[in-house]
């Protein structure tokens, strides 16, 4: 099956600090990625769309200033919570869809959990 | 109202059981229902994935889609220990790869 990686798995950092998720898809080329964010005994919240080569796409509520995505190619797109308080700590994914006829299925990353201080 | 509705009260079982789990949802446009298994601390993983109405079974595993309701259940038969996981439904509207979740279910089967 396809693989998602996220990179780093965990990360605590000060309150104030910018940090920085990867998400790659290993073994296939992903035109779209979405990230998520997840809180305890919580669903997932879909924040924004990522494509290839384009803006990304918010949810509503979403600060696009404070979480800034770059989806600079096929295989990588980047998360940048940018000076983070401790109400942004929280378990964030990733997932790709493969391009072409047959990209119905998201691949989810194993998750970033992010602890602000 | 929310888009998809999932009481994520925490189930056990004994080994064995049958696990029931649902969900029910407003949209009725939606025509993809999946489910996704999630261990702790880990990404979801796609356990089911149906379009319409009707039933899929895959093992022990079963999903059902009755749209004329807007509700989705899954069963798990013969449930094993390595099934204690949260079980979260997902759904979407064709064309549109925007997934809709529910809360997720933990499911603990007791050996």
């Known amino acids: 099956g396809a693989v998602v990686s996220q990179h780093p798995s965990r990360v605590i950092c000060k309150s104030g600090t910018s940090v920085k998720i990867e998400c790659r898809s290993l073994d296939f080329q992903a035109t779209t990625m979405f990230w998520y964010r997840q809180f305890p005994k919580q669903s997932l919240m879909l924040m924004a769309t990522s494509n290839e080569g384009s803006k990304a796409t918010y949810e509503q509520g979403v600060e696009k200033d404070k979480f800034l995505i770059n989806h600079a190619s096929l295989t990588l797109s980047t998360l940048t919570v940018t000076s983070a308080h401790p109400e942004d700590s929280s378990f964030y994914i990733c997932?790709?869809?493969?391009?072409?006829?047959?990209?119905?299925?998201?691949?989810f990353g194993p998750g970033t959990r992010l602890t602000v201080l | 109202q929310k888009e998809v509705e999932q009481d994520p009260g925490p189930l056990s079982v004994p080994e064995g059981a049958i696990v029931s789990l649902n969900c029910t949802y407003s949209?009725?446009?939606?025509?993809?229902f999946m489910w996704y298994r999630q261990y702790s601390r880990k990404g979801p993983e796609l356990l089911m994935y149906?379009?319409?109405?009707g039933n899929k079974e895959d093992g022990r595993f079963t999903a059902q889609v009755d749209k004329s309701s807007k509700y989705i259940s899954l069963f798990i038969r013969d449930s094993q220990p390595s099934d204690s996981a949260t079980y979260l439904c997902a759904m979407k509207v064709g064309g549109n790869n925007r997934l809709a979740f529910g809360k997720g279910n933990q499911v603990v089967v007791i050996p």
């Open positions: 949209n009725s446009a939606f025509q993809y």
């Open positions: 997932s790709a869809l493969p391009g072409g006829p047959s990209g119905n299925e998201q691949f």
């Open positions: 149906t379009y319409s109405s």
